[in-house]
C-alpha cells in the first residue's frame, strides 16, 4: 500500500507541477490594409494575421492570409519598435515563400515579446510596387 501511495503521491507532483510550470499561449491579431501603411497606401488588397506566442519559450506560430494585392508578395515581416502610425524593423521574417496563406515559426528577443506586449509590432505584406510594404496591421490582443 505504501509504494501504490508513493507512486500516487509522485504522479500528482509532477502534473501540478507541469501545468503550473507551463507558459501562458497568446494569440495576437490584425487586419491588414493599406491605410495602415506608413506612409498610406492605396490599394484594393485586404488581409488578416493571427501571432500566437509562448510566453515562457518566446517561440511563436503565425497565420497570415491576403488577397487582392498588386503583385506577388515579395516579402512578409513582423516589425517591432513602433506604434501605429510609425514604422519599425524587421522582428521576424516569415519565410521564404509569402504567396497566401502563410505559415510558419520562429522565435522572438526579449525586446521583441516587450514591444508585442506593448502593442509596438505589426504585421507588413511587402511588393515590388510598394516596397516598404502594401499591407499592414498592428498586432492586438
Known amino acids: ?9 509522485g504522479l500528482l507532483t ?12 497568446t494569440t495576437y491579431k490584425a487586419t491588414l490594409g493599406g491605410a495602415a501603411e506608413v506612409p498610406a497606401v492605396m490599394t484594393k ?14 517561440k511563436l506560430s503565425w497565420t497570415v492570409q491576403y488577397a ?33 496563406p502563410i505559415s510558419g515559426s520562429g522565435e522572438m528577443t526579449d525586446a521583441q515579446m516587450a ?8 504585421l507588413n ?3 515590388a510596387a510598394n516596397k516598404g510594404g502594401e499591407l499592414r496591421g498592428q498586432l492586438a490582443p
Do not use: E, F
Open 125 to 127: 505584406i511587402h511588393t
Open 45 to 58: 488588397a485586404t488581409g488578416s494575421g493571427a501571432v500566437s506566442v509562448d510566453t515562457a519559450t518566446k
Open 115 to 122: 514591444d508585442l506586449t506593448a502593442g509596438k509590432c505589426y
Open 68 to 100: 487582392g494585392l498588386s503583385g506577388p508578395a515579395t516579402a512578409a515581416h513582423i516589425h517591432c519598435g513602433a506604434a501605429a502610425g510609425a514604422n519599425g524593423g524587421v522582428a521576424v521574417n516569415l519565410g521564404a515563400n509569402v504567396a497566401s
Open 14 to 25: 509532477a502534473a501540478v507541477t507541469w501545468s503550473y510550470g507551463q507558459a501562458a499561449v
Open 1 to 9: 500500500m505504501r509504494k501504490t501511495s508513493a507512486i500516487v503521491i
